[in-house]
C-alpha cells in the first residue's frame, strides 16, 4: 500500500475560525506552509524555515513512497523494474 499524501500545511478555514480577521489567518497559513503534514489535518512531522524547504519535503517524501512500492512490486516479481528506472529519470532528468 503506497501512501504519498505527504503535504505542506495549510490553513483550513472552518466554523470555529468565523470570527477570526483575515491578517490573523493569514498569519496561521504562513506558519502551516513551513510544516510537512500526512494529510490536511494530520500531525507536522516537522518544521522548517522555508516554505519552500516543507514543500520540498513533502515532495521527497511521496517519492520515496512510490519508490517503496515500485522495489517491493520488483522485488514480488510484479514488475521487470524499468518503470524504477523511468520514474527515478523522470524526477532527476
Not at 472552518?14 to 480577521?21: A, G, I, M
Not at 517491493?72 to 523494474?81: R, V
Request: aromatic fraction near 10%; charge should be negative; proline fraction near 4%.
Amino acid at each position: 500500500m503506497n501512501i504519498n499524501t505527504w503535504q505542506q500545511g495549510r490553513f483550513i478555514d472552518k466554523p470555529q475560525y468565523l470570527k477570526w480577521t483575515e491578517e490573523e489567518k493569514e498569519k496561521v497559513d504562513f506558519e502551516e506552509h513551513l510544516k510537512v503534514r500526512p494529510y490536511p489535518t494530520g500531525n507536522a512531522i516537522c518544521r522548517c524555515d522555508k516554505p519552500e524547504d516543507a514543500e520540498w519535503i513533502a515532495d521527497r517524501l511521496n517519492m520515496a513512497a512510490d519508490l517503496e512500492e515500485m522495489t517491493y512490486n520488483f522485488a514480488m516479481g510484479k514488475s521487470d523494474g524499468k518503470d524504477i528506472i523511468d520514474y527515478v529519470l523522470s524526477k532527476v532528468g
